[in-house]
């Protein structure tokens, strides 16, 4: 990753100054890698008076075994969702496991289209569609109208997401202010924990947003490496980062926003110049350090009942997978579902990274991905058409069987019944 101030990851992928990645909804295109985030230290400005989007704890969504890449139905994952899913046509089935984002301050008449005909799962937003808290909130209206649309078959809310990890990634002026390493080094880590999740919920539900791709669950090894050097890690101790995480989540999940734990396996073994936002990375880490270090976290996430979890593109032969792990069954089944037991939603990093790109088109990754068993798909690209290229790419992989049935209907039911329990 290039290092300078314009520079800075969120969510896992780079941003470039201002720059607002887009996944538009027009030709289905791959178009070249882009970053996945724009992002200025300071947040966004505006004070503007916060819509008066409901609160309330997260409720118990997201449940069920399995993915794309498995078999089997969607284990306890609510029967009214499963019953949903029977109902929607193969677009629609397509569009539900896809993330959408936009340029500029206004959503384009496409993505509004989309959503009202039940053909796109949820937007995450980024610095440059925030101008103010009464703009993105008034936005945010738009799409949750588009959402209640009769024409659209699914009566759950959209996801609404956005990284608001604290310090110096923030899309929203305010909480969580501080970083996680400066949690870490806190008097008392777990009640600045705490006080971070609780604020980053209050911050993102009082403009309508209803999912937070944090906290980060890396454990750094060596002071400036690649998520030490924007202080993204709570500590290079494993148990410090597991108490801290499962902390942030639980405070945020009462507060009504779902947490999303990253960058699994773990992102902690990479040195600075590794960033999968602009090449191919492989980590040379033992399966037992892997697990013993970089996974612990995610035991206490899951224990904390996290709503879900972010897989990274860095590869891992200790696991011995071949490909990045968001492209691997032997992480994401292997590991995330089969070993630690995580039963709620997997979420990829940006498609258009620079580690997928060894991996064709857009609709070859998405193709990829869903069969590793990843339930959403994350368009953040400046190219037009990535989000119609990546739901054309699941769609033809269920229509020709590359994508089992049975499984790709599981990874909907848990993308719905996360959805359904979240609040309006």
Known sequence: MRVSPAWLRAGGVAVVGAVVVACTTNAAAGGTPAQHQSHQPAGTSGTAPANSAATGAVGSGGSGSGGSGASGAAGGAGTAEAAQVAS??????????VIFSYAGLTPPSALLWLISHGEAAG???FTNNISSRAQIAAVIGKLEAADAAATNPVRSPLLLMTDQEGGLVRRLQGAPALSEKQIGQAAH?????????????????????????????????????FDDQFQRSYSSSPSQVSYLGADFIKAQQ????????????GLGAAVKSQDTDLAPVKLNVSAANLRGIDELPYKAA?????????????VYPGLGATRPGG????VVQGELRNRLGFKGVTITDALEAGALRPYGSIQHRALLAAQAGMDLLLCSAQTKGEGAACVDGL???YNDGSLG???FKAADTRVLSLRAGLPR
Not at 88 to 97: E, F, K, M, N
Request: hydrophobic fraction near 50%; avoid cysteine; charged fraction near 15%.
């Open 88 to 97: 929607l046509s193969a677009r629609q089935l397509a569009g539900q496991r």
């Open 123 to 125: 937007v995450i937003f």
């Open 189 to 225: 880590p777990a009640a600045a924990a705490t006080t971070a999740g609780s604020g980053a919920a209050a911050n993102l539900r009082g403009v309508g947003m209803n999912v937070n791709l944090a906290p980060v669950l890396d454990v750094y090894r060596t002071a400036g490496d």
């Open 254 to 265: 009462k507060g009504g926003v779902a947490a999303t734990a990253k960058h699994f396996p």
């Open 302 to 314: 899951i224990a904390a009942k996290v709503k879900l979890v972010m897989v990274s593109w860095a």
């Open 327 to 330: 492209l691997s069954t032997n």
């Open 395 to 397: 769609e033809d992989g």
């Open 405 to 407: 049935k049975t499984a």
